[in-house]
């Protein structure tokens, strides 16, 4: 029964810190468990209800269960008393403990007025509540130092490594220009079809075309796309760089607005301050002292101020690389496309041969373009394909004239590649300033 007892006090002992701590843990919020409402105490409502109101709601909750705990017990031991009328021994504890019942039942309800007599304080719920601290003196802190170096180092690394693909772009565009000029129709087929049977039928040349092994540039296929695939792979990296230009600018521009800024901000305050009590001083010597703090502040804005004349001027750099990257890409991109060309202009640019083959032993060949007497189903080996002509079908003039253009943007590139990186050696390295 104590064991019982025991487990009882310390669950509901649980129940009642749980209720306490979770009000003030969590902060002014509603609380998702709707709680009972009984008379003479409110439930709570919201994670800050009062401690004290706590308590009262949980005695209000207690008193009522006691109360119907009475009743069950009162009435468990009434249908002993009509089951005992052959044992009249049991009369005498029936009525001991409807007794005890009543006379618990009696102290809970009057345990109000006892303890009001003993002491009114232990039945009045003041709210609890922490005293409130003053606040301590405000302390102004500078921002914190930004690691410059780590970020131009960055940029300076980046514009270094776009050198490698503006210089490939040239190479591999000279290499494939230069790889086009050996391509030529003759390497080319002609379609010829025999317009009859009849004699007097001719062998009548259509169109040349290129498949496999008849590729206009046949002897350098296979050098000239992987000349096309190394161009498109620089093509990518000239955007990647591109992409990386536009967000290092955008970091360093946040850097001028949260960093360089702030700073001034901060600095430009202090001067005004320190510049305020120094009119405040009398004496000598605590003005010299001043003035040299003051001249200390100064020094340190017109070092940020150079500083941001020379991370502003950075960031229109980097616009500028992003824009002749990205023209740049635009070219190398051209001359992947360029070299298709050669093949799609095979059958507008190469004119296509014909020639019927021999119509029976000991006969001469028939002359090319010229109808057999028989007609060209009468010869031995029908109507041929002759080599085609027409020169060369690549676009090489257009080729020479991107060439040309991505001779300027190389040399653009590089400049603006020159200038990112001769600012961020131009910018000084940070001082320290004793404040």
Known sequence: MKKNFRTIIIFFSWIILFLITSGSAFGQKELETIYPQIPGATGPTTSSFPIAEYVKYIYGIALGLSGVIAFLAILREGLRYLSATDKPGNFAAVRKNIQAILGGVLILIFSYLILNTINPQLVSFPEISLPEI????????????????????????????AQSPVNAALTMSGQI?????????????????????QPGSSCVAQYCYAGPGTHPCEAVRLELEASRQSIAKTRDNLLYYRNKSLAEKEDLNQNIIKVVDEKLKWIEAKIIDETRILGELESEGPKKEQQKK?????????????????????????????????????????????????????????????????EAPGANECISDVPCLYG????????????????????????????????????????????????INAIPAQRQFNF
């Open 376 to 423: 060209c189903h009468n010869a031995a080996l029908g109507c041929q394909p002759d080599t085609c002509q027409g020169g060369n079908p690549c676009p090489t003039q257009e080729m020479t004239t991107e060439l040309l253009k991505l001779n300027g943007l190389v040399a653009a590139a590089d400049k603006a590649i020159f200038a990112v990186i001769q600012t």
């Open 294 to 358: 003051i001249d200390n502040f100064q020094a340190a804005r017109n070092a940020l101020l150079e500083e941001r004349g020379y991370k502003s001027a950075l960031v229109a750099e980097l616009a500028i690389l992003a824009a002749e990257l990205q023209t740049l890409a635009q070219s190398a991109d051209n001359f992947y496309q360029l070299p298709q060309q050669c093949v799609t202009n095979v059958k507008s640019q190469c004119q296509a041969k014909c020639k019927v083959g021999i």
């Open 177 to 197: 220009k230069l790889l086009t000029e050996s391509c030529s129709c003759n390497y080319t087929a002609s379609l010829c079809v025999c317009n009859g049977g």
């Open 134 to 161: 003053p606040p301590g003196p405000t302390v102004t802190i500078p921002p914190a130092t930004y690691p410059n170096s780590d970020l131009l180092r960055r940029i300076a690394t980046m514009a270094q490594e």
